[in-house]
């Protein structure tokens, strides 16, 4: 099986960690974790606001690997406070308002740059 690894995408402030923004392993697409960073680094923002940008950038690599928003099966979600879940069910509510992907949430002891949310998933071609 041969692996394809996404390292620059449009749109997507580079990493200062040494990863991938994303590895295509047959007809799966697997998209590291994304904080609410932008060209001039991490904003911090209310849960929804870094929820959407994550979510945004998620998007964004999966387009870039050939993979549509609805095409995403897995999401897992890190927190930096579990009591923003109810912020970001209403986002995930509402980019997902049909066939909604499995989830795993967390409560994480820190997250990079002191952010609120982490996204990451998984993207898996239907079967025909």
Sequence with gaps: MTHRFIVDVPGVPASPSPISNAVIAGGTCHISGQLAVYDDGYRAGSATEEAE?????????????????????????????????????????????????ARTIYQAARLPFGGKVKVQAVAMRASE
């Design 53 to 101: 940008r994550a979510f945004e950038l998620v998007f964004r690599i999966a387009a870039h690997c050939g993979f549509a928003r609805e095409e995403i099966v897995y999401v897992d979600i890190a927190f930096s406070n579990l009591d923003d879940v109810g912020e970001v069910n209403a986002v995930y509510g509402r980019l997902f308002p049909v066939n909604r992907p």
